[in-house]
């Protein structure tokens, strides 16, 4: 019986069809770099899944019964309670978005020169660590490494080397672990609990606190249910409350797995770090029942978080994600496998052999998905994850060049996934028509978010 999802669409919004060629204009305009498009130029936006989601009535009426007090306010209670009976974190502050709950956390576990390590930092997570004068270390499971191969937790952490880390020479330098579910950065590859419950162990042993990165929590959960052993009868919400339970705190972005469009929280055990985050957050962010969010934000929140955990619901998503992963392969193109649930990751760099890593495989495809298609979708190769010399020329490329097409929740339907599968599959027949770039201008750092491109012709 093929799964569907568990409600209708009551309130839509127009999507624009464009031409090729505004394409091709809106595109130049933009720099050859999609987070310059305006929206209005964008057909099918699979950028990103975060704040993206489709709110529920219920959210909004929710919403709409908001208490705007400054302090204590009832909406901020109803956020509690749905993150008490999800997380039992014993200190739970809102914040505005996940980067402000690493900015604030870390600030209170780290100082100079310590070491956070993690299966995969996602970019802010990093830049956070390293503007502490700290390192991120990403210490991804050797099953990650092989793209193609069907291991069913490529999102854990290495732990022979997480334990090496601790128990040798920078073993006291080290500040935290944080662990990202999903895994982000690392192809959206779920962490099994068996990992969670070592790095538990590990992180008791050597003294060192033990953090999660919860954005996508839910979608985690699911795929726990459906691929680890012993875990088969477990509702999604089981599983978070046992993830949740070996961690020390965490910080985890709501505009993924709250389906909100704004909002984070960290949640944290100690009673004197929740004391230095609180005072943070009250310079920085807002009072401690608000934490800068407004109080419907805290509404639709903690009615997401309920709406999430529907077996239903995560049944019929991941299923869109299998359907869409089904197509693409249909269409000649490799996916990191197996198929996630909050992204597709294409192997960009297998389908255009003929162009190198510093002529950009992964951006050459994403652009021209949108040109084809008018599909907005992200590079995650050399561009993003490659080092530049000071004339913007690749000096390391990336271990892989990769396209992550994040499918937003509740927002596109299946007939959606078919035309971006369809475009895809135009593409795979003529690799050699597709347009390779050069980077014209860059910023040193945040490098994807603000280069301009220059388009050179294709090489067929
Ligand atoms: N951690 C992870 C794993 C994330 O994916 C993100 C955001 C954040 C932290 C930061 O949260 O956006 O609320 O500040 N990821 C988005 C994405 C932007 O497109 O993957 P935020």
């Not at 402000?100 to 660590?129: C, K, M, P, Q, Y």
């Not at 962490?191 to 070592?198: G, T």
């Not at 994600?321 to 693409?328: F, I, M, T």
Request: contains cysteine; hydrophobic residues 40%.
């Amino acid at each position: 019986m093929k799964s569907f999802p568990p409600y209708r669409i009551q309130v839509v919004k127009d999507i624009p069809i464009t031409t090729r060629a505004e394409r091709e204009q809106a595109l130049a305009r933009a720099g050859y770099n999609a987070f310059n498009l305006p929206a209005d130029a964008v057909t099918i936006d699979l950028l990103t899944d975060s704040g993206t989601g489709a709110v529920s009535a219920a959210q909004e009426a929710a919403a709409a019964a908001a208490d705007r007090s400054y302090a204590g306010s009832e909406s901020y209670y109803r956020f509690r309670a749905a993150l008490d009976e999800l997380t039992g974190f014993e200190h739970v502050f809102p914040v505005h978005q996940g980067r402000a709950a690493e900015r604030v956390l870390f600030s209170a576990t780290l100082s100079a020169g310590r070491i956070s390590l993690s299966n995969t930092h996602f970019d802010t997570t990093r830049a956070n660590v390293e503007l502490l004068g700290c390192e991120a270390r990403d210490l991804p499971c050797p099953e990650a490494a092989d793209l193609d191969s069907d291991e069913p937790f490529k999102g854990d952490v290495d732990l022979d080397a997480l334990e090496r880390t601790l128990a040798g020479p920078e073993g006291d330098r080290v500040g935290q672990v944080l662990i990202t579910i999903t895994n982000n950065g690392g192809g959206g590859q779920p962490v099994s609990m068996a990992n969670l419950r070592a790095v538990r162990a590990l992180c008791d042993r050597y003294g060192v606190p033990f953090f999660l990165d919860a954005a996508r929590f839910a979608e985690n959960a699911w795929l726990v249910t459906r691929r680890e052993p012993g875990y088969g009868g477990h509702s999604p919400a089981e599983v978070a409350r046992e993830a949740f339970g070996l961690a020390d705190g965490c910080v985890a972005s709501l505009k993924k797995d709250a389906i909100a469009p704004m909002g984070a929280f960290i949640g944290v055990r100690d009673a004197e770090l929740a004391r230095r985050c609180e005072v943070n957050i009250i310079a920085t962010e807002g009072f401690r029942t608000y934490g800068g969010l407004a109080a419907h934000d805290l509404d639709r929140v903690a009615q997401g978080l309920r709406e999430v955990l529907d077996p239903n619901y995560l049944r019929a998503r991941a299923g869109e994600a299998e359907q869409l992963a089904g197509l693409v392969n249909e269409a000649g193109v490799d996916i990191v496998r197996p198929a996630g649930v909050h992204a597709l990751y294409l192997n960009a760099g297998r389908l255009l052999p003929h162009i190198p890593p510093h002529e950009f495989p992964g951006h050459s495809l994403a652009c021209e998905l949108y040109l084809a298609g008018g599909i907005r979708c992200v590079e995650l190769g050399s561009l993003y994850l490659g080092e530049f010399d000071e004339g913007h020329n690749l000096v390391a490329p990336a271990p892989f060049e990769l396209v992550r097409m994040a499918l937003p929740r509740r927002t596109y339907t299946r007939a959606h996934y078919e035309y971006v599968a369809d475009v895809l599959a135009d593409i795979a027949k003529h690799p050699e028509r597709v347009a390779r770039y050069r980077v014209a201008d860059a910023p040193p750092i945040l490098r994807h978010f603000k280069m301009t491109m220059e388009q050179l012709p294709a090489r067929g």
